[in-house]
């Protein structure tokens, strides 16, 4: 079984969106380049970083579990 850091989870993009509040400023946690870092709060007990991609359209993204 791989350790949590190694795991990798696929969501819908409405998930992200509402886990991040729709992406909103107050979700930032970090700015590199043309990529934001949003914290997403899927419940009290589920929290990740999402990476979102630079290409909107393809609506690809990275998510790290905390």
Do not use: P, W
């Not at 909103?24 to 870092?37: V, Y």
């Amino acid at each position: 079984m791989a350790d949590k850091k190694s795991s990798v989870a696929i969501f819908e993009y409405q998930m992200l969106e509402a886990a991040t509040n729709s992406f909103s400023t107050s979700s930032i946690i970090r700015e590199s380049g043309s990529r934001i870092i949003y914290r997403a709060n899927f419940d009290e007990h589920f929290q990740a970083a999402v990476k979102k991609a630079d290409s909107d359209a393809d609506k690809e993204f990275e998510v790290i579990v905390l």
